[in-house]
């Protein structure tokens, strides 16, 4: 007699990797390229800790595998700040643009808020007694 259910005695194949869940996982953080002096570092480094998202930060200045890096990027210059997201680089960006970057390849990077405390359209509406 031949059954249909499996043998609980045979081993059972892996699932299949899921690539994108692969992907996201292996990004822990941010890699920021930095040098002293460089307000637009600075700016850029402030916005990402105000945004929660973890980084690594590398100076140009102190390390030459990370000043090579950001040259070869950056068409032999040394423009900071660079950042790298998985195989993502963007040079000089803007802090959205890296949120933008982060929520499509690491969106594990982001915090989760359940209640952020801030006064969005429909509580400042409430708060003033504005209906719908």
């Not at 690594?56 to 890096?69: K, R, V």
């Not at 499509?104 to 801030?118: I, M």
């Amino acid at each position: 007699m031949t059954s249909t259910d499996p043998n609980p005695d045979e081993p059972v194949a892996d699932p299949p990797e899921d690539p994108v869940g692969a992907e996201h996982s292996e990004i822990h953080a941010v890699d920021v390229y930095w040098r002293p002096g460089c307000v637009f570092c600075m700016s850029l480094r402030r916005s990402l800790r105000k945004m929660e998202i973890p980084v690594n930060l590398h100076d140009i200045w102190e390390d030459p595998e990370a000043a090579e890096l950001v040259r070869s990027v950056a068409n032999g210059n040394e423009t900071v700040p660079t950042v790298v997201i998985g195989d993502q680089f963007i040079v000089n960006p803007s802090p959205k643009a890296v949120r933008s970057l982060v929520t499509e390849l690491a969106p594990d990077l982001l915090p989760v808020h359940t209640d952020s405390g801030t006064a969005g359209p429909g509580r400042l509406k409430r708060f003033f007694g504005f209906s719908g």
